[in-house]
């Protein structure tokens, strides 16, 4: 059901709720957004739990190591962070810390449910139909985000390649060292895929000050407004009780 | 930018190059020219060349993709329909000129497939409608299923996107379709689909098409022209005669010519002659009448082109049990796989595009994690289809010694040398492996892991795809010297005269399971099981069949 949506409906949703993320404070409200956008995933977006757990694990980890540094060297970030909230300064540590884990969770899963719930080229022809974003911001917007897979099936091949070296199958997960390794030809190979991209607009007659057609622009249903209202109700009824 | 042409459109040709040379940056010679070529209106011309020649640089520099994209110096005048190239920005020239690269990955922009065929049309601003009605007829025009309009492009295995890429070209029906190995991955059916389009618009449509092995297509092109590796025209002419003209400067130059070329030049020497020379091995059939002359030739055309006499293979390497085969972090493609390759034996992977072939070939190797089943055997070496996904060093020798270390140092310099020899990469030591041609590339990959020689299975994905006569006659020699030392090979291909040349097994892939599989001849000459499952018949099976009595096809 999500992919029926307009993308700026999903896009300007998923922005409100990070920014809410970003400033309320409180274990209750960061849950309430973590359950409440699992949950859309998990039965209007039909994404299976299990790939939705692996997609969170990089969330995870990052929430993970705000916990223990709030945990662990808490007297000196206690200045820092009570620039953010005074609420938080105030709390114990492991409660801050807990906030901290559940608003990168919190904002992880938000940005999960924007990316899964939107096709790309839907939010492109979306931005130039509606928000009159210039094609060549709008496409260049559109290549960033298509690197993002086709980086990961880079990696695959370079992981792939490394493990023959090796002598072994493909580890289930890149080791540190297998990461570090894979950042430079990851780079020139983003570098080279933009390069590639710009010759395939450019052969195919994308020009940036032309006039063009947009075909498929996604309109607005009244879906769109349910979900809007809804979501923001939720959310109102979030910020009362945190 | 609105300027008209100098000439009529009847009086000019529709792509011209006078005196062009492309020459890269820190690079002493240039990749190609200077060279004069014209291309016609209405005219189908098949550019030949051994990899590395420049002739894709050639065409880039047609619409000043070179050096406006890519950074090179570009010498000389270019012309696009009489049109100096460079009056235009290289998108203004898609109305004229649709490009479809080497690369599919150059064309596709990563969209849904229903989007990335649209693209170019959008661009020029077209009714929505038409745009619409074009797509459904490009998509049925090359046979592509409904039911990927809302795939992402990027989903698709490597021949499914090529097939797209096609689709997104023929689409833009320009005045001028130039095509750079419009058939290296694909399935043989969607070749000769391509093979339809290029007849059925014969005179209307004109074609520029660089391949190493055009195939049946060759009944469409009107003109040959043959680079040499200096990238200057070495010959051209109207291909029957061009083929029996220069058929031996073909095979010097490692050149691809048909194998119908081959035949009829033993059949000349055995005093027959066929009027007119043939292009395919139909023709050539078609007009022979049998007699013990006639047998004695095709005997020795067949005995050529199958493997020679080998000893039985040896013990098992790796061994798939009740496999389920699938891509990284994707479903399975391949179910209930049982299969076995063995040391000093060669199996090819046949099937449609999109059958699975490749995840099997890294499933083999120990490099893809089954989904169920079991694999019994040690890791392999795989050649993956992008080559330049295993280069991580700056340069030709570096990759070869990167792929040594461990051994004894003493010898790696001459190592080295003897493998790039081995794969006609000599000279080129120094060059950065980005910057090599697609073949050169891909020649590159294949030598290192021959260097390293530490793996009993080595896999080769696609190995033949950009490579030219020449360099495929080389690999045909290293994946028999790699038989000779007990390794096992599996090689994934569509080029059926090639699997028939190397392999003592084959394994047909079809609706996610192994549809045939057996000794490598009675698969490959059996053509009614090739045609089931969307494969072309080589020659040889088409001589065969002749011999056995079953008459001309």
Not at chain 1, 96 to 115: D, N, P, Q
Not at chain 2, 168 to 191: K, M, N, S
Not at chain 2, 292 to 298: A, G, I, R
């Amino acid at each position: 059901m999500l992919k029926r949506l307009n993308p700026l409906t999903v896009l300007a949703a998923a922005l409100i709720w990070i920014v809410a993320t970003t400033l309320v404070f409180s274990v209750a409200f960061q849950s309430g957004a973590l359950i409440l956008f699992a949950a859309l995933i998990l039965v209007l977006g039909r994404i299976s739990p299990a790939r939705l757990l692996l997609l969170m694990i990089p969330f995870a980890l990052f929430g993970f190591g705000f916990f223990t540094t709030n945990v662990l060297f808490r007297q000196e970030n206690a200045e820092a962070v009570a620039v953010f909230s005074q609420s938080l300064a105030e709390s114990d540590a492991a409660r801050g810390g807990l906030i901290l884990f559940l608003r990168a969770l919190a904002g992880g899963m938000i940005s999960l449910f924007f990316a899964l719930s939107i096709e790309p080229v839907a939010l492109v022809r979306a931005l130039m139909a509606y928000l009159r974003l210039p094609p060549r911001i709008a496409y260049a917007l559109f290549a960033a985000v298509e690197v993002v897979p086709d980086l990961a099936a880079t990696a695959h091949q370079i992981r792939l390649v490394e493990a023959m070296r090796a002598g072994r199958p493909l580890r289930r997960f890149p080791t540190p060292g297998e990461l570090f390794r894979m950042v430079v030809p990851l780079m020139a190979f983003a570098v080279r895929r933009a390069g590639r991209t710009a010759i395939a607009m450019e052969a195919r007659g994308f020009r940036a000050d032309r006039p063009r057609t947009l075909l498929r622009v996604p309109g607005f249903s009244r879906l769109d407004l349910i979900f809007a209202l809804a979501l923001v109700a939720v959310l109102g009824l979030g910020l009362i009780f945190a | 930018m609105t300027s008209a042409p100098l000439r009529s459109p009847e009086e000019c040709p529709i792509a011209e190059w006078a005196g062009t040379r492309v020459t890269f940056p820190f690079e002493p010679v240039p990749a190609v020219g200077p060279i004069d070529l014209k291309v016609r209106r209405g005219e189908c011309v098949l550019l030949l060349g051994a990899s590395g020649s420049g002739k894709s640089s050639l065409l880039l520099a047609l619409t000043g993709l070179i050096p406006e994209s890519v950074p090179a110096t570009v010498a000389g005048k270019t012309r696009v329909a009489g049109r100096p190239a460079t009056e235009r920005r290289p998108a203004e020239w898609s109305d004229t000129v649709a490009h479809y690269f080497q690369d599919a990955d150059q064309v596709l922009c990563g969209m849904r497939v229903e989007d990335e065929i649209a693209f170019a049309l959008e661009n020029r601003a077209l009714p929505a409608a038409e745009i619409e009605a074009r797509v459904g007829a490009a998509m049925d025009l090359l046979g592509l299923p409904e039911s990927w309009r809302d795939r992402r492009s990027l989903s698709l295995s490597g021949g499914e996107r090529q097939w797209v890429a096609l689709a997104a070209t023929l689409v833009q029906d320009a005045d001028l379709f130039v095509a750079d190995e419009p058939t290296a991955h694909l399935a043989p059916e969607i070749a000769r689909r391509l093979h339809h389009i290029l007849v059925a618009s014969k005179g209307e449509r004109t074609t520029l098409i660089v391949d190493h092995r055009i195939g049946e297509a060759i009944t469409a092109v009107d003109r040959v022209v043959a680079l040499g590796r200096g990238g200057h025209v070495l010959a051209e002419g109207e291909p029957r005669r061009f083929f029996r003209d220069h058929g031996s400067l073909l095979e010097a130059e490692g050149i691809w010519r048909p194998a119908a070329s081959e035949l009829d030049a033993r059949l000349i020497d055995a005093g027959i002659v066929l009027t007119p020379p043939p292009l395919t091995i139909e023709e050539a059939l078609g007009q022979l009448a049998a007699s013990e002359k006639v047998t004695e030739v095709l005997g020795a055309f067949l005995a050529e082109r199958l493997p020679p006499r080998r000893s039985s293979a040896g013990a098992v390497i790796v061994r798939l049990e009740r496999a389920d085969c699938a891509p990284f972090l994707g479903k399975p493609v391949l179910l209930g796989i049982d299969l076995a390759v063995r040391a000093g034996e060669v199996t090819v992977l046949l099937g449609r595009n999109g059958a699975g072939k490749s995840t099997l070939a890294a499933s083999l190797a120990g490099l893809l994690r089954l989904k169920g089943g079991r694999r019994e055997g040690p890791a392999g070496a795989l050649v993956v289809q992008q080559a330049e996904a295993q280069f991580s060093q700056g340069s030709v020798r570096e990759e070869i010694a990167s792929m040594l270390k461990g051994t004894d140092a003493a010898g790696h310099a001459e190592k080295t040398a003897t493998v790039l020899a081995a794969y006609g990469l000599s000279g080129l030591e120094s060059r950065h492996p980005m910057t090599l041609s697609q073949g050169q590339k891909r020649r590159l990959a294949i030598a290192a892991i021959d260097a390293a020689d530490r793996w009993s299975l080595v896999v080769l994905d696609e190995p033949t795809a950009g490579l030219d006569a020449a360099a495929t006659a080389g690999l045909i020699e290293r994946i028999e010297a790699l038989r000779a030392k007990g390794r096992a090979v599996v090689v994934v291909t569509h080029d059926m005269d090639f699997a028939l040349r190397v392999a003592d097994r084959a394994v047909v892939l079809a609706e996610e399971h192994v549809a045939a599989e057996g000794p490598a001849q009675a698969i490959l000459l059996d053509g009614a099981l090739l045609a089931r499952h969307g494969l072309k018949a080589s020659a040889a099976a088409l001589v065969r069949r002749w011999l056995d009595g079953e008459g001309p096809c």
